[in-house]
């Protein structure tokens, strides 16, 4: 007489998919059988379910639904060099039996499932089944785990100029002290500086700042380290475990000249961390505006007399409201890049704007582009990307 769990979620898979834990009674015979489910968030009782065996002794229970509802990713604060990713929160299900008539739930055979996190992720099916597995990227699991949480095509350059941030995340699922090491090479790959900071212990999902102001301000690198900087690698590794290491993510320190302002975006992207990208070339700016108008009488009465005047007018505003709106482009890149951003920023609930490529303050803004064409060079020859953003913030008029 026991309930076993036959099958459960793997530890930092996307909530977003599906979130099943399968199981079997051996009492399913019973008369007015279920399974009565307490679902649990850090231990605490969420909600209560009552399913029914599916297939034969065996049922299933599913919480993709609420747990997108919990899951969040923390904002891309770049004050800090380290922060959580996700909040952590450790999901499990407690199963009872449920038979007998009246129908009576049996505490006594009741079965814990184990703690599951999740990543705040989002893949499609086939990227998902059957390939995908989170252990490519949890660096407790070394040497299989070495890859940061990003699709950035790693054999193409990624820029980053000096007062832009860039973050990058990697699951630590054994939640042990991390150090990041971050090293400066020249064009001819002689190395220029190391500097290494602390990841903090107790990050399971750890959120690395590493624009190069940020790394400027909180490391032993000079602003002079970046002067003859081509490159530079970052790479996380275990304290108690030097051998387990990251990849060595390369960034390319972008010091060319602008002819127009740099726009950069920041977004959420499918394993629930936060990629980035800058369009150098020209912005245009426009403004859409929604008028509320009434109609009035052409005439008015002064005392006993009622007359007409060209300046008393008949179809009036009552207010405007206004929605300001960004066209962005990118310069010329390679295909690989051009796949990834539209397929990362198009479909990202989450996109942020730095303001005046100030190194502090964002502005969440929504993509409106809906199609997503990934271009070939073969077909479409030299590759740009455009994109529209509409700002979050409308401006309604005074009264008029």
Known sequence: MAITITQEPTQYWPVCNDVEWV?????????????????????????????????????????????????????????????????LNTFSILIYEKYGTPPTIYIATSTASSGIRFLNGSLRYDEIYPQWTPVKYDINLWPRGELFLTEFPRNRKEFVRYDESKFLSIINSGGGNATVEVKLYTITNSLIATATFNATIGLSVPMLSVGPFRLVADTSLTLSNFTNCYYYTVRIYQTSTPTKTSEAYKLYYDQSCTRYAPQRLFWLNRYGAWDSFTFNLLSEESTDTDINRYSKSTGQWSGSTYSHSLASGEQMVMSKRSIDRLILNTDWIHEDVQQWLVRELYESPRVYLHLNQSIIYIEPVIITNTQTVLKQRKKAGLIQEQITIEKSYTKVSQLG
């Not at 399974?35 to 649990?40: A, D, L, S, T, Y």
């Open 23 to 87: 199981f079997t009674s051996t009492n399913t015979g019973q008369a007015n059988f279920s399974f009565v489910i307490e679902f649990k968030v850090n231990g605490f009782i969420h909600s209560t379910h009552e399913v029914y065996p599916e297939s034969g002794n065996a049922g299933k229970f599913g919480i993709t639904t609420i747990g997108r509802s919990i899951s969040t990713s923390n904002v891309p604060n770049q004050q800090n060099l380290s922060d959580e990713l996700n909040a």
